[in-house]
């Protein structure tokens, strides 16, 4: 079946343009997370979804970043105002829910986004 | 915080066996990812560990010792292919199932 999507696969934006991003998660995923790599880094967290709730987003690095999943399925990822700071890899990794009896939940990730920011 | 550390690079050559260590805090623990990531692609899993011990997976293999706060991926019959980035990550919440990613072992395989 189809994996995580991701789009668009590379974004140039100038300093202070808004972006969005987009992430679409295995059908049927509760779970959706976004996370953000800089380059010869691993990810970092920014904000999880379960369903169309956000329940956390102390990964955030500021309120300039924004991600919604209106409907339980797709979701964005927008950033206001863009700094060069910004330029990263985002990515979108989506599981079938958050705690089984045995563990944790698989996640699957998306391609990424490159975002640069000049 | 969570600190997960290892290593930043490692070479080996192929047809051998390496070992790429991580080693994470211990108080709050609820399981442990190895993800491989080539570059520009996005991490596929590898392993999960949550209780002691070794999990076997074909030529790749993973330990986990709860007590020390330590993890290993053992890579077996090295290929050129497994040349790539080795995420360790730290499950930072049970409640969501969030991972604290390590900066990734970059591994290259030489002929």
């Known amino acids: 079946g189809a994996g995580v999507s991701q789009s668009p696969r590379y974004k140039v934006a100038k300093r202070g343009q808004d972006v969005a991003l987009r992430c679409d998660p295995i059908s049927g995923h509760v779970s959706l997370f976004w996370y953000q790599q800089a380059l010869g880094q691993g990810p970092e967290f920014l904000t999880y979804?379960?369903?169309?709730?956000?329940?956390?987003k102390s990964g955030l690095p500021s309120d300039r970043f924004f991600a919604e999943r209106p409907e339980g399925s797709v979701s964005t990822l927008k950033i206001q105002r863009t700094q060069q700071e910004d330029s990263a890899v985002y990515l979108c990794?989506?599981?079938?829910?958050?705690?089984?009896?045995?563990?944790?939940?698989?996640?699957?990730f998306g391609p990424g986004t490159r975002l640069t920011v000049t | 915080g969570q600190n997960i550390d290892q290593p930043t690079e490692m070479t080996a050559t192929e047809g051998a066996i390496v070992q790429i260590n991580c080693t994470y805090q211990t108080s709050g623990f609820n399981g442990l990812f190895w993800y491989q990531q080539h570059a520009g692609e996005a991490p596929t899993f590898l392993s999960y560990?949550?209780?002691?011990g070794l999990e076997e997976k074909g030529r790749f293999s993973s330990f986990l010792s709860r007590s020390k706060g330590y993890s290993y991926l053992l890579l077996k019959e090295l290929q050129m292919k497994d040349s790539a980035s080795y995420l360790c990550?730290?499950?930072?919440?049970?409640?969501?199932?969030?991972?604290?990613f390590g900066q990734g072992t970059t591994l290259q395989v030489k002929p």
């Open positions: 560990n949550v209780l002691d």
């Open positions: 979804f379960q369903n169309e709730a956000q329940l956390d």
């Open positions: 990550a730290q499950v930072g919440s049970s409640n969501t199932g969030k991972l604290i």
């Open positions: 990794a989506s599981s079938l829910g958050f705690r089984t009896r045995d563990g944790t939940y698989e996640q699957y």
